[in-house]
């Protein structure tokens, strides 16, 4: 046979074919198909399918669509409902071409007054599945886009604490399902028309219930078609919500609202703690005081970027970018946060400090804690910190803490890598100067442990000790070094376990003489200072070198030397139990008419400290004095002068003894 007889054979065929559908759709009666569909599907999951209604079929290609009235799927038996969903009116269309594939695949489904019903079981089996045994992730329908007109949607997920129910009604507009029944599978249907446009009207929804163990509440508007498997059709959302104390409003769209493909979302996000927002989206993030910020929500297949947002941590502006990646074993999040102002106060949580106690107008403005501790003890949460890795970049303008150490910035790097947290550089501008050094603590260690290396540069005395009534400014820079290792769950448990060395040095500089004159109870020339005004005297040196052992810090030189007097100390800090015990000794190089001549103990609480003089030796002068006295009126001031000239310190030895780290 000739080709032209061949093709014109299979032509005579392909004709005759299409005129039996033809035919067969204009004659046979689609109601005969019911009862199969409904018996092959209560075969084939196990739950039974009813269709009240009479059932229209509207032939085409390679699109099919089925309509039918009073339909109902039942749920398998361990649900809590005996329904998975009810509907008025189900219009539902079918890709042939997949069909003979013996693959389910329905490009559109409009619902009309449906009441739908999802469940999760704690043992993992889905009542969207349709397997018999709920648990095959490949036995579903494939949807491609989901019209939903007036219904109820209703979703319960025991073992997450999960279960909301939500509302839907039609803004207006027309069916815009029927609008894309003719499409194959496999393109883009309405492609050239996103969905939710004005034209078309949309769905207003409102849900309510609970999120993850969160109370939650939403509402909001979308496009009239959901967009389930389009991964390139953007779907318009407008949603205000409420999860617990976190509140979101997103204004923008979604692209394939099952996977999440792409989000570009205008946001506004508020809360009482940004740590809130674990059970949320699954990332350990700090502890903070009330919080708002505003930003730009974007999605991009596994990267998450909230920027160029801006809002305030508690009375701190904060602005910057974050990204979140998670393609990887754990989440990896980047970012860059600036602040112009950053109250230290807001700090607290971050680093484990207890929340000041409310004080009356009239109580001191350093009154002590209430418990009468002063070193953060709130424990760091360091179960979450293998949830997230982190990279961020941190840095402060200008830093307000009132009653403190005037500081001016701060920059740091925060890394977490495998439950490690590391501030590395660490950098305050402070008094002038800077303190700056790293952070490291290891969360896989139980307890937690802790190390700290810190240089301190070029400070400021007269802005560490601003004037006063009682003193000049003090001048000269204040140098030094903090090398502290400590296990702990708080700070107050890492300083109390803390084994190093603490040194501070001034080798030059001027200070108050009334301060120093006060030191060593030199009460006539504290007397006499106070008629004709205080003067600056020149500082020899400052040493405070301490070694710390299990938070015991032991004195290994405590010296203030003066042009006119040594003040010697000893003694120990116990950072465990925030108690002090020092005594400051003075040894005048020039003769005063009346001192005590005694001590000073510095003892008690860092919360409370209590000085005070050695009393015998106060009074075994004062009673020279008097017996003196009974001879001779001016004997009596004679156990009262200090001779003086006191020895020089070898300032250059202690500072070299303090700066080698190896020095027992």
């Not at 398998?76 to 539902?92: D, G, I, K, L, R």
């Not at 207003?204 to 509440?217: E, I, S, T, V």
């Not at 989206?281 to 700090?286: E, S, T, V």
């Not at 006191?646 to 780290?661: F, Q, V």
Request: hydrophobic share 40%; with cysteine; proline share 6%.
């Amino acid at each position: 046979m000739k080709a032209g007889g061949v093709l014109k054979g299979i032509g005579v065929t392909v004709l005759g074919l299409i005129a039996l559908l033809v035919l067969a759709a204009l004659l046979f009666d689609p109601n005969w198909l019911r009862g199969p569909i409904m018996s092959q599907t209560t075969e084939k999951t196990g739950r039974e399918l009813v269709i009240n209604g009479d059932l229209d079929i509207d032939w085409g290609w390679p699109v099919t669509r089925l309509s039918a009235a009073g339909v109902t799927f039942a749920n398998p038996e361990w649900a809590e409902e005996p329904q998975m969903f009810t509907a008025e009116n189900v219009s539902v269309g079918v890709s042939l071409p997949q069909l003979f594939r013996r693959v389910v695949m329905l490009p559109t489904i409009t619902l009309d007054r449906a009441d739908v019903f999802l469940e999760q079981h704690p043992d993992g089996r889905k009542n969207w599945l349709l397997d018999r045994e709920q648990k095959d992730e490949g036995a579903r329908v494939g949807i491609g886009r989901l019209a939903l007109h007036d219904g109820r949607i209703r979703y319960a997920d025991p073992a997450q604490k999960t279960r909301i129910d939500a509302t839907l009604s039609t803004t207006g507009g027309g069916d815009s399902g029927e609008g894309q029944r003719d499409g194959a599978a496999g393109e883009k249907p309405g492609a050239d028309a996103p969905a939710g446009t004005a034209a078309e009207g949309g769905i207003r929804f409102d849900a309510k219930g609970q999120y993850k163990g969160l109370p939650m509440n939403a509402r909001g508007t979308g496009g009239p078609v959901l967009a389930l498997r389009d991964e390139e059709t953007p779907y318009p959302l407008d949603v205000q919500a409420r999860f617990g104390d976190t509140a979101v409003k997103a204004e923008g769209s979604i692209t394939s609202l099952l996977k999440l493909t792409a989000i570009d979302l205008d946001l506004d996000l508020r809360g009482a703690s940004i740590a809130d927002l674990y059970r949320l989206i699954g990332i350990a993030l700090p502890e903070t005081p009330p919080y708002r910020t505003t930003g730009h929500l974007i999605r991009n297949g596994t990267m998450w970027r909230y920027e160029n947002f801006s809002g305030a941590i508690g009375k701190s502006d904060v602005a910057g970018t974050l990204q979140v990646a998670t393609g990887g074993e754990r989440p990896a999040l980047h970012g860059d946060l600036a602040f112009k102002l950053l109250d230290f106060a807001d700090l607290g949580p971050l680093v484990g400090a207890k929340e000041a106690p409310a004080k009356s107008e009239d109580a001191a403005p350093d009154a002590p804690a209430q418990d009468g501790t002063v070193l953060p003890e709130i424990p760091f949460r360091t179960g979450r910190w293998d949830t997230v890795d982190a990279d961020v970049k941190l840095r402060a303008d200008r830093i307000r803490r009132p009653d403190a150490l005037p500081i001016d910035k701060f920059v740091t790097r925060l890394q977490m890598q495998d439950s490690v947290l590391t501030l590395d550089p660490l950098e305050f501008g402070i008094a002038g100067g800077t303190l700056s050094g790293t952070v490291r603590m290891n969360g896989q260690e139980k307890p937690l442990e802790a190390k700290t290396k810190l240089r301190v540069r070029g400070l400021k005395l007269a802005k560490l000790f601003p004037p006063s009534d009682l003193a000049k400014p003090t001048l000269g820079e204040l140098n030094g070094q903090i090398d502290l290792e400590g296990r702990g769950n708080s700070v107050a448990g890492m300083l109390g376990t803390a084994d190093g060395k603490a040194t501070l040095i001034l080798s030059e500089g001027q200070i108050s003489r009334f301060m120093v004159e006060t030191l060593g109870l030199h009460l006539w020339d504290m007397l006499q200072l106070k008629l004709t005004g205080d003067e600056l005297v020149e500082i020899r040196c400052v040493i405070a070198d301490f070694s710390v052992t299990d938070g015991l810090m032991k004195t290994n030189a405590l010296v203030l030397d003066t042009d006119i007097m040594r003040i010697i100390g000893s003694g120990t800090v116990d950072l465990g139990e925030e108690k002090l015990d020092l005594t400051l000794e003075s040894d005048t190089k020039v003769t005063t008419p009346v001192a005590l001549r005694s001590p000073i103990y510095i003892q008690g609480t860092f919360a409370n400290p209590e000085p005070s003089v050695d009393t015998a030796k106060v009074a075994a002068r004062g009673l020279g004095a008097v017996a003196l006295g009974l001879i001779n009126p001016l004997l009596a001031l004679l156990p009262l002068i200090e001779t003086g000239p006191g020895l020089d310190s070898d300032c250059g030895k202690l500072i070299r003894e303090a700066k080698n780290p190896q020095r027992e």
